[in-house]
């Protein structure tokens, strides 16, 4: 706790009332260094929270699709297994799993995410099952390649179209 001395005209009958005040301000140098602290982890921590399953894609020079709602993604991994957004998900399991998450909205937008080291059969057999529950706003993500003249995604991601 901070104190001042307050000047007075008589100096040998002060009383310690009289001799010390206390500093009625605020420190806020702790405060502000652990807001900081926490700005700093909050900036590093929330790139990696978006992280999904992790999906090599392919590269295209497609331009890159605006679309204000969030889309539903489905990933398939280089060993074939389906993820809707991060849940893991059987292919005879995947219509039942979107109508319930779409509330059988057909014109919800859905995002087939496809490591590129997959078969091109696997993604199309994906596509091909949301296709036939109804959803035809489905369309195929990739990549785009470093150094494009096609104008980049937030994170350099490409939506095209696929309807069947």
């Not at 392919?58 to 809707?84: F, R």
């Not at 509330?103 to 059969?121: H, L, M, N, Q, W």
């Not at 036939?132 to 980049?152: M, T």
Request: proline share 7%; no cysteine.
């Amino acid at each position: 706790m901070a104190a001042t001395l307050m000047p007075s005209g008589r100096r040998g009958s002060r009383t310690a009332k009289q001799r010390y005040r206390p500093l009625s301000e605020i420190n806020v140098t702790p405060f502000v260094d652990v807001m900081l602290v926490l700005l700093i982890v909050f900036m590093v921590t929330a790139p990696l929270l978006t992280v999904g399953v992790p999906v090599d894609l392919p590269k295209t020079q497609a331009q890159s699709i605006a679309d204000p709602d969030e889309p539903l993604v489905i990933s398939v991994n280089a060993e074939g297994q389906i993820y809707i957004q991060d849940t893991e998900v059987e292919l005879n399991k995947l219509v039942p799993r979107l109508r319930a998450i779409t509330e059988s909205k057909p014109d919800t937008r859905i995002f087939v995410r496809g490591d590129r080291a997959i078969a091109y059969g696997r993604i199309m057999q994906v596509m091909g099952t949301v296709n036939s529950a109804g959803f035809k706003r489905v369309a195929l993500i990739a990549e785009l390649p470093k150094g494009s003249d096609a104008a980049p995604a937030d994170n350099e991601e490409s939506a095209t179209t696929g309807q069947q």
